[in-house]
């Protein structure tokens, strides 16, 4: 198969005495990393107008990203202190992190509660959360005055009473749980079946620990913004912020499954097993159900906040209005879902999935970006350079969750160990 899938190549097996040991290494590219095929046939299957075009994106996102390493931040960014949440973070970590929790949800559902019916699609989902949180961890290095220090919260000054300290660790700590999660998929992918068997092990004690760690900085990524009452506008402040951040990750992650589940049947069909697409109508309608309780539990918290607050006052203002936008979206949501599952309409569920992931990348835009410091004149909101970066970041992450799909078993069992669930 070639990068797309899309191309068989005949495969040749030499016996292992008559292999050189460049040979041996040679053959371990060829099968392993450029998929059957000669440096040069590969190299070929990559020349293709989308790869193009996302190179080129690419590249001047990387130089953008190398200008701000050399230069400083007001090279690709105007956030200030009173603008202080640019881009990178509101779309890196305050949105990413909450569609990251893929692989703490549904690795609860299937290895802690032994929810079954979701286990076809359990492994794309912790790679989808390890990747979100990688590039999250990238996004905050590339906005980081002093990225360099990162691992300072880590091993030199220990400010235990800080909510960026918890989410330092945290983030760290869950960013490695979750790559010994999918150490299954690369060591079978590396045939390295002791190993392999060890990592299988660790995986219900990794699932409980992760679901700590998810549990606590899902929360409070918005928990810190308790501490600027002042500047968060009053339709988004709340003492529920941290509750509101975990159930809405919760929501996030089910709505990324059903979208990124479908996408996978498009795109990746010749890398997924016959069970794989087979059950992602039955996993859509699962998540569905479930989405829908979780989307009417955060409704009725946020609507109860409000009042809390004695918020609604602000509703006949310019920003109220923008608020109702952003509530509107997140009311449709939840009966959505519950008559596409009522009616088992797979693909009305699937469109919800896409509507729930914009009302919640639009609400942590509205708390960071848009509305934070709201009493201050308003000026430009990101810089255009911010967006390229961005963008090309995005693409990178694309681009190299297509890369493992396309090579270890994501969406499907490696044939030297069917069934075993990992």
Known sequence: MNEFGNETVERHVYPA????GAEIISNWFREKIFLGLSFKEYMKTLITPLNIGAGLIVFAGLFLIAMRFI??????????????????????????????????????????????????????????????????????????????RIYYPMAISFG???????????????????FFE???????????????????????????????????????LSAMFLLAPGKVHPLWYTSYLPWLALISAIGAAMALMIVVSKLTTIYFRNRASA?????????TIGLGKASSLVMFTYLGMR????????????LDTPTGHWFMVEIAILALVPFLYYYGVMKKNVRLIQVTGVVTMIGIILNRFNLTLLTFNYQLPRGELFYWKEVLVVVSVIIIQVLVYRWI?????????????????H
């Open 71 to 148: 230069y400083g931040l007001d090279q690709v960014t105007e956030a200030s202190n009173e603008q202080p949440w640019g881009l990178f973070l509101t779309w890196g970590l305050f949105s990413g992190v909450p569609f990251s929790a893929s692989g703490f949800v549904i690795g609860t559902g299937v290895y802690i509660f032994g929810v079954k019916r979701y286990q076809p699609i359990v492994k794309n989902a912790i790679l989808l959360g390890f990747l979100g949180y990688l590039f999250a961890v990238i996004f905050l290095m590339i906005d980081l005055g002093r990225p360099w």
């Open 275 to 283: 069970e794989y697409l087979g059950s992602i109508d039955d996993v």
């Open 405 to 421: 799909v396309n090579r270890m078993p994501v969406l499907r069992d490696h044939p030297d160990y069917p069934n075993d669930g």
């Open 17 to 20: 005495n008559e292999l050189t």
């Open 303 to 314: 609507l109860i906040s409000i009042t809390h607050e004695g918020a609604w006052k602000y």
């Open 160 to 178: 235990t009473a800080s909510v960026m300290f918890l989410v330092a660790w945290h983030v760290a700590l869950y960013l490695s749980v979750q």
């Open 182 to 220: 999918f150490c299954p998929s690369v060591l079978a992918w590396l045939n390295q079946g002791y190993l392999r068997k060890i990592a299988v092990s660790m995986t219900l004690g990794l699932t409980i620990f992760g679901v700590m760690l998810s549990t606590l900085h899902q929360s409070a």
